[in-house]
């Protein structure tokens, strides 16, 4: 499945030891990654996505994609481990769980990303 895929390739880069050895290299990490709208860059440029990858990320709805990216800026700067995960769903989805030493980031979202799901419209008013 390609968007489990994507997490793993993400993942190899947000152990412990990466997260504080990337914020050792390059500080400002945390602060882009609080900024509203730069999970997507970040992914790409740290976690190497493919365009189609990083397109799938920006596809999440940007009220749970900044969710996601305060959440792991929040654990980074406490030093904890994250862990991404995916799984089909009809809509997006994130649930988030703090376990002490880590943060575990669930994502469920349309697979694929053209499921009918985008093409429906609300109703007009």
């Known amino acids: 499945m390609p968007h489990a ?3 793993m390739k993400l993942n190899q880069h947000l152990t412990a030891e990466a997260i504080q050895d990337r914020l050792g290299r390059d500080p400002g990490v945390l602060d882009r990654l609080r900024d509203h709208d730069s999970l997507v860059d970040l992914a790409t440029e740290v976690g190497g996505l493919t365009e189609d990858e990083a397109g799938y990320i920006s596809d999440i709805p940007p009220a749970l994609r900044q969710g996601i990216g305060a959440a792991m800026a929040q654990a980074a700067s406490e030093g ?3 862990h991404v995960s995916y799984m089909p769903g009809y809509d997006f989805s ?3 769980a703090d376990h ?3 943060l575990s980031v669930h994502l469920s979202g349309p697979y694929p990303p053209n499921y009918p799901r985008n093409s429906f ?5």
Request: net charge positive; glycine share 6%; proline share 12%.
């Open 5 to 7: 895929a994507a997490m």
């Open 80 to 82: 904890k481990a994250v």
């Open 94 to 96: 994130v649930q988030i």
């Open 100 to 102: 002490v030493t880590g």
């Open 121 to 125: 419209q609300p109703p007009k008013e």
